[in-house]
């Protein structure tokens, strides 16, 4: 009996479905991952200016005006391929895309729509037609952006004066 990896050489075509498996994977891996802040222009995210710029009564009607194609389901439906959109709020399966008609508007902070090869990768293969990715927390400022010193004087000088009692009542910190 020949070593396998030898009779795998012999014929490539046996090699071709892992490979093509392996650089469809290696694609996902490299897109942009979901839950991260969109970058502007994106055209999968609708922002939270497009939002407050309609009077949407629920974020399925956002979603309805802006990207209805984002709503429906791509090709057959099996037992291996399951054709319902799915749902995530800030990182928790939620469902499917009815879930949106209970979601109010103005606690979101984008919607994004992630394909189904990425979908795949991140949560497996039961989301291969695509996610909406709600995010309803507000993004983190760039660090660069706060001030160093965001205290007041007088709130400054307060906590210094309580700093000065602890260190004489002999108070320890660890």
């Known amino acids: 009996m020949p070593f396998a990896p030898l009779a795998l050489a012999r014929h490539p075509a046996a090699l071709l479905p892992a490979l093509l498996l392996a650089v469809l994977l290696?694609?996902?891996c490299s897109s942009s991952?979901?839950?991260?802040?969109?970058t502007p222009g994106d055209r999968s995210v609708i922002t939270r200016a497009?939002?407050?710029?309609?009077?949407f009564a629920s974020v399925y009607d956002a979603v309805l005006t802006l990207h209805s194609n984002w709503l429906r389901p791509r090709g057959t439906d099996s037992f291996?391929?399951?054709t319902q959109v799915l749902v995530y709020v800030d990182g928790s399966r939620l469902g499917g895309v009815e879930t949106l008609r209970?979601?109010?508007v103005g606690s979101v902070n984008y919607i994004q729509h992630i394909d189904g090869l990425t979908a795949s990768a991140r949560?497996?293969?039961?989301?291969?037609?695509?996610?909406?990715y709600v995010s309803t927390t507000p993004p983190l400022p760039p660090r660069d952006s706060v001030p160093v010193d965001t205290l007041t004087d007088t709130t400054a000088h307060t906590l210094r004066a309580h700093v000065r009692t602890e260190?004489?009542?002999?108070?320890?910190?660890n």
């Open 26 to 28: 290696g694609a996902a």
């Open 33 to 38: 991952r979901s839950g991260e802040r969109p």
């Open 50 to 55: 497009q939002l407050q710029a309609h009077q």
């Open 80 to 82: 291996t391929n399951p």
């Open 123 to 132: 949560w497996g293969l039961d989301h291969g037609q695509g996610v909406i």
């Open 167 to 173: 260190r004489a009542e002999g108070v320890r910190r």
């Open 102 to 104: 209970t979601l109010p």
